[in-house]
T-cell receptor, first 113, second 113 residues
């Protein structure tokens, strides 16, 4: 059983608000990822990290930012939410070595009005 | 570049029917191959994986064989249940993709009682 948590699970917020989506894992994994999942189910990598103080942008351009100050914590922030940010956000983690399995959190479903 | 192509859905079957979801890939080198499953309202979880040619991954009655000659990793199950209704993602990871996972677009499976 993977131990990776996301909060909140659901969030409805107005345009222009600042939001932070939390992701934490207790497995000591070095690598962490954020994906955006559209209604058609396709997953898009928006950010990833290979360890503390390491963050990289993913394949899909995103207005969000991330930080990695602690191994277990990888929050995603939107400074000014817009309706186009409405989506499901999935966090994942994996061990450092090789082509390893990714473990996913339950996701945060965001609705921006 | 690396890519994964999987059968488009939705796929609707009756309980106890035989299931095949096709997946083919393009990759340089020797990727690891995965099937992930996403149940309603949840994140993705690993269903099975194979790390080298001719390996067979299996779990919960599902099987997939890594076929390098046909660059395929088709998912099969002999007798599906209503509880198998979910979205299934084929994926690969390789050193040439910096160990990131490349996901297919997902196939939604619905099982009728």
């Amino acid at each position: 059983e993977a131990d990776i948590y996301q909060t909140p699970r659901y969030l409805v917020i107005g345009t222009g608000k600042k939001i932070t989506l939390e992701c934490s894992q207790t497995m000591g994994h070095d690598k962490m990822y954020w994906y955006q999942q559209d209604p058609g189910m396709e997953l898009h990598l928006i950010h990833y990290s290979y360890g503390v103080n390491s963050t990289e942008k993913g394949d899909l351009s995103s207005e969000s930012t991330v930080s990695r100050i602690r191994t277990e914590h990888f929050p995603l922030t939107l400074e000014s939410a817009r309706p186009s940010h409405t989506s499901q956000y999935l966090c994942a983690s994996s061990e450092r070595t090789g082509m390893e399995t990714q473990y996913f959190g339950p996701g945060t479903r965001l609705l921006v009005l | 570049g690396n890519s994964v192509t999987q059968m488009e859905g939705p796929v609707t079957l009756s309980e106890e029917a035989f299931l095949t979801i096709n997946c083919t890939y393009t990759a340089t080198g020797y990727p690891s191959l995965f099937w992930y499953v996403q149940y309603p309202g949840e994140g993705l979880q690993l269903l099975l994986k194979a790390t080298k040619a001719d390996d067979k991954g299996s779990n919960k009655g599902f099987e997939a064989t890594y076929r390098k000659e046909t660059t395929s990793f088709h998912l099969e199950k002999g007798s599906v249940q209503v509880s198998d209704s979910a979205v299934y993602f084929c994926a690969l990871s390789s050193y040439s993709s910096a160990s990131k996972i490349i996901f297919g677009s997902g196939t939604r499976l619905s099982i009728r009682p």
